[in-house]
């Protein structure tokens, strides 16, 4: 097992920041990629960013102001939110997956989210 803790999150104006930061405990040496999601209501969960060992991957919608970065030796992985929009306004929850995958039926364990609200 592996649990996932989450904290940063807030409410911020349009174009300000906000970094996101996830420490994982358990059985980490079993995960290969971190990364972040986020849901709105009514909405499913989508992808933002993740980190594996080899790379960093992005949506579309966050390449070029969203950073992810991973500190194996704290097992954390942090997300610098920079030019926020409204939009970007959701829960936003850490992730874990054994392997490489970015769709969140691979996902094997999740934090319990944090609440990013952007206002315009």
């Known amino acids: 097992q592996v649990q996932l803790v989450e904290s940063g999150g807030g409410l911020v104006q349009a174009g300000g920041s906000l970094r996101l930061s996830c420490v994982a405990s358990?059985?980490?040496?079993?995960?290969?990629?971190m990364g972040w999601f986020r849901q709105t209501p009514g909405r499913e969960r989508e992808f933002v960013a993740g980190?594996?060992?080899?790379?960093?991957y992005y949506a579309d919608s966050v390449e070029g102001r969203f950073t992810i970065s991973r500190d194996n030796t704290k097992n954390t992985v942090h997300l610098q939110m920079n030019s926020l929009k409204p939009e970007d306004t959701a829960v936003y929850f850490c992730?874990?997956?054994?392997?490489?995958?970015?769709?969140?039926?691979?996902?094997?364990?999740w934090g319990q989210g944090t609440q990013v609200t952007v206002s315009s």
């Open positions: 358990g059985r980490t040496r079993s995960t290969t990629l």
């Open positions: 992730s874990a997956t054994e392997g490489f995958s970015t769709e969140i039926k691979d996902v094997g364990y």
């Open positions: 980190i594996s060992g080899t790379g960093s």
